[in-house]
T-cell receptor
């Protein structure tokens, strides 16, 4: 059974700092990994998608890496801003031999950027 | 492209009533997934549907919950005889054929059972 863990559960940093969020998963047989952002009371916004064959993806100030063999991914946020405050969710997509597939989510990291 | 549309955004039901949550996937997407997010918990998979077929319902509670994705119209998640423990945010996601673009989530339906 795939399990996804995110550390830390909560993080507060001053504005302008660079930071790293961590995600680990127990089964390396993933199809891809997706990082989402969730604002309080809102839906999920996809930030970055990394295919299993890729090592990293970048979008603006965000960079996500994937080390499938060790079951780890990181989300790096450069020059943090108060608008980055949100919960960040990591999710892995697994496709079974029977064609079933699903995303398994971590419990998230609640990020607060202090102005 | 309007994205994944869920309605209603908020739903209040009394214990014992029925709740119907609707999800229209992105145009061209034929795979729909429902997830539930209980207060202060992560998102948990409930069911995966394609048009007129339930592919995987391993995350659905055995009783009171059902889902469908008819040939025409939105996907429906139905909860009969709701209880307070059903209060949660219910999210729908869709995936295109091939799935290389990743999942797209709707804004969710927040169900409150009073």
């Amino acid at each position: 059974k795939q399990e996804v863990t995110q550390i830390p559960a909560a993080l507060s940093v001053p504005e302008g700092e660079n930071l790293v969020l961590n995600c680990s998963f127990t089964d390396s047989a993933i199809y891809n990994l997706q990082w989402f952002r969730q604002d309080p009371g809102k839906g999920l916004t996809s930030l970055l998608l990394i295919q299993s064959s890729q090592r990293e993806q970048t979008s603006g100030r965000l960079n996500a890496s994937l080390d499938k063999s060790s079951g780890r991914s990181t989300l790096y946020i450069a020059a943090s801003q108060p608008g980055d405050s949100a919960t960040y969710l990591c999710a892995v997509r697994v496709i079974s031999n029977f064609g079933n597939e699903k995303l398994t989510f971590g419990t998230g990291t609640r990020l607060t950027i202090i102005p | 492209n309007a994205g994944v549309m869920q309605n209603p955004r908020h739903l209040v039901r009394r214990r014992g009533q029925e709740a119907r949550l609707r999800c229209s996937p992105m145009k061209g997407h034929s795979h729909v997934y429902w997830y539930r997010q209980l207060p202060e918990e992560g998102l948990k998979f409930m069911v995966y549907l394609q048009k007129e077929n339930i592919i995987d319902e391993s995350g659905m509670p055995k009783e009171r919950f059902s889902a469908e994705f008819p040939k025409e119209g939105p996907s429906i998640l139905r909860i009969q005889q709701v209880v307070r423990g059903d209060s949660a945010a219910y999210f729908c996601a869709s995936l295109g054929i091939g799935g290389h673009d990743g999942y797209t989530f709707g804004s969710g339906t927040r169900l409150t059972v009073v």
